[in-house]
């Protein structure tokens, strides 16, 4: 079957709740990937940084693939040994005296929120059922609904009603506004470092530092949302470290897993993890045995293959290279590490038209929030791809 077959299949029998772009893809290996049609791309989305370590990294399916053969999944009703090894390791790697495992990204998000309003009940003695969290316009943190509860996102909200309350939201970027939003009853400040669905957005320098500030002087919990941004990308293990801030509690997933299997977590020390008593809270697939030797393997493929230093060393590179571009439709470019938003003028058209073309010359990547091409290749990329993939970005926005 070719490229059109597969389309045409896929738009009669799965739910439209997707636009991707029409390539097919087969296989993967690092920064590659192949179509059904056996034309090769460069990966510059890193499937929204969960690829970090690469496609199929071989040390990650040997490791799929025996402790598939050996044990997958136990429930939590009974114990593993992968999961205290896990547990070990992430504490150790990020500094934090516990962690609970989940899935996806929105259930990690899911239970800080719900670890957050325990601990305001019975830390912070916040009358009952009025704890109040504090997020940010153009947040992205999953699409529960909760979690829409406080998008700014219409479309990801539109036609999902009634909502969950409890949350407020104010300008992303803007410390005023975190103070002036602060009641007695507040518990946590949930934040993104950098804004990745909403076009790579990094904040005004010492934005973080001073929230973490005003958290203390209030007694919040500073909750940050390091699921795309953490583990590498930015050129530190969590984006928050570029302000030197230790987060509270910290969402993390994606590359976690190296793309291999669906594995999140949420960081926390024993004052706020510890509010949670057996029974609170749960998952049946949450510290299965595949899914803890998946990201004990994909954290060590971060360390030993250096990524995150190689992610904050070669982003200065692409991101270089990029100023070099001379080009009509360019309004600005920012990011950290390699993980790059480039902002197109309004009278440009649109990003989605130069990811098209990008996809026609092989390149890979994503147009969000309408005007931002975002770039975030695998961290495994070379500087040699580097400069391939900029002559091809460098040939679609040079021409008006
Ligand atoms: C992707 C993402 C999520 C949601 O993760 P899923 O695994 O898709 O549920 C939450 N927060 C941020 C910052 C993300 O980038």
Redesign the pocket.
């Known amino acids: 079957m070719d490229t059109r077959e597969y389309i045409a299949i896929e738009d009669r029998y799965n739910a439209h709740n997707y636009k991707p772009l029409d390539v097919v893809l087969t296989r993967g290996e690092g920064v590659w990937v192949e179509d059904v049609d056996g034309k090769r791309y460069m990966d510059f989305l890193a499937a929204?940084s969960a690829v970090n370590q690469g496609h199929c990294h071989p040390r990650l399916v040997k490791v799929m693939v025996e402790q598939a053969a050996r044990l997958a999944l136990t429930s939590r009703a009974f114990r593993n040994d992968q999961l205290p090894l896990l547990a070990r390791e992430l504490c150790e790697l990020s500094g934090y005296e516990m962690m609970l495992p989940m899935n996806?990204?929105?259930e990690a998000?899911e239970t800080a929120i719900k670890v957050a309003r325990k601990w305001g009940y019975e830390t912070k003695r916040v009358r009952d059922e009025q704890a109040h969290i504090i997020t940010c316009y153009g947040n992205?943190?999953?699409?529960t609904i909760t979690i829409v509860s406080f998008s700014s996102e219409e479309g990801y909200r539109e036609g999902f009603g009634p909502f969950t309350p409890g949350f407020e939201l104010i300008p992303y970027g803007d410390i005023g506004a975190l103070k002036a939003a602060i009641r007695p009853t507040t518990v946590a400040f949930l934040v993104?470092p950098i804004q990745?669905?909403s076009g790579v957005v990094v904040p005004p320098e010492g934005y973080l530092r001073a929230a973490r500030e005003i958290c203390d002087q209030h007694n919040l919990l500073l909750i940050t949302?390091e699921?795309?941004s953490g583990l590498g990308r930015t050129g530190k293990f969590l984006a928050a470290e570029h302000e030197g801030v230790r987060a509270d509690m910290v969402t993390i997933?994606?590359a976690l897993s190296g793309g291999m299997y669906?594995v999140?977590a949420v960081l926390a020390d024993r004052d706020v993890l510890g509010v949670l008593q057996p029974g609170d809270h749960g998952s049946t697939y949450g510290g299965n045995p595949l899914a803890c030797a998946v990201a004990r393997e994909a954290l060590k493929i971060l360390v030993d293959e250096d990524l995150i230093q190689r992610s904050a060393e070669l982003g200065e590179y692409l991101c270089d290279a990029l100023h070099q571009i001379q080009s009509p439709h360019i309004q600005k470019i920012r990011g950290k590490g390699l993980w790059i938003g480039i902002v197109l003028k309004p009278e440009a058209g649109g990003a989605r038209r130069f990811s098209e073309a990008l996809m026609e010359y092989g390149l890979l990547c994503k147009d969000t929030h309408g005007n931002v091409i975002r770039l975030a290749p695998p961290l495994v990329i070379t500087r040699d791809e580097i400069d391939w993939a900029v002559e091809r970005l460098e040939k679609v926005l040079s021409v008006s």
């Open positions: 929204y996806s990204g929105a998000v992205f943190h999953g699409r993104e990745g669905e949302d699921i795309q997933g994606k669906p999140s």
